[in-house]
């Protein structure tokens, strides 16, 4: 069984915004309330991850969130790269040949960086995905992808805390689950359309949950994200 995670692990806020200067300005108002953090495409490709290497420095978790896929070579490779910066997490699409690449590049790499496939982004629902050219519903949809990365080796998942539960069935208890389109009661859902409460993700077996706006924008971000992790914690 894998180690117990504290509630304050539990929690990684999105830092969703346009430069590093302004990323790091809402870190310092968060203090000690949060010590895990999301850097995706925005913050990524404006210093984000040389952001990274610096919160690894001074002790903070650091969440990737690149979602990688391209021909298997390119993602090992790319992998390998990232590995560096000393991450916990990395995302990549949760196509087979993408997932075992991923996977190859993390063994070489050797650092304990963890992979997470993404199933279905959370923005999506069952009419998005039939416009995407899917035959399957999301459900069934994350279900699949989750039992190729069971089968493949791959640490974690990224899926909605609605198909936590079924996702948790296929992948067992060792492997991860981590789930944006997370809303504390109250918040606007804004372009999620699968989203739920703190609580009810920790209910659903949900590992970490990712929070981007209703902390970034808060306008007292270390108190949201205490009453986060307060929220976490009653659940668990």
Do not use: W
Not at 186 to 204: C, F, L, N, W
């Amino acid at each position: 069984m894998p180690e117990p995670i504290s509630p304050r692990d539990r929690l990684i806020v999105a830092l969703d915004m346009a430069s590093t200067d302004e990323a790091e300005r809402l870190i310092d108002r968060i203090g000690d309330a949060a010590c895990f953090y999301k850097i995706g495409y925005r913050l990524g490709y404006a210093g984000g991850l040389t952001l990274a290497e610096r919160l690894v420095g001074g002790g903070h978790k650091v969440f990737l969130d690149l979602k990688l896929h391209d021909i298997g070579n390119t993602v090992e490779e790319g992998v390998q790269s990232l590995a560096g910066i000393g991450a916990t997490f990395l995302t990549v699409h949760a196509y087979p040949q993408t997932m075992r690449a991923a996977a190859a590049g993390r063994d070489k790499a050797g650092t304990g960086l963890k992979i997470l496939g993404v199933t279905v982004l959370t923005s999506y629902d069952d009419a998005d995905a039939q416009e995407a050219g899917y035959a399957l519903p999301v459900a069934d949809l994350v279900a699949a992808r989750a039992a190729a990365a069971a089968a493949i080796g791959i640490d974690g998942i990224v899926c909605s805390a609605a198909e936590a539960a079924q996702v948790r069935a296929v992948i067992g208890p060792d492997r991860l689950i981590v789930t944006p389109g997370i809303r504390p009661a109250g918040t606007a859902i804004g372009d999620q359309k699968r989203v739920v409460t703190p609580a009810e993700a920790m209910r659903s077996g949900v590992d970490h949950i990712v929070v981007g706006r209703p902390v970034t924008g808060a306008a007292d971000p270390r108190d949201m994200a205490r009453r986060i992790v307060d929220e976490m914690a009653a659940a668990l």
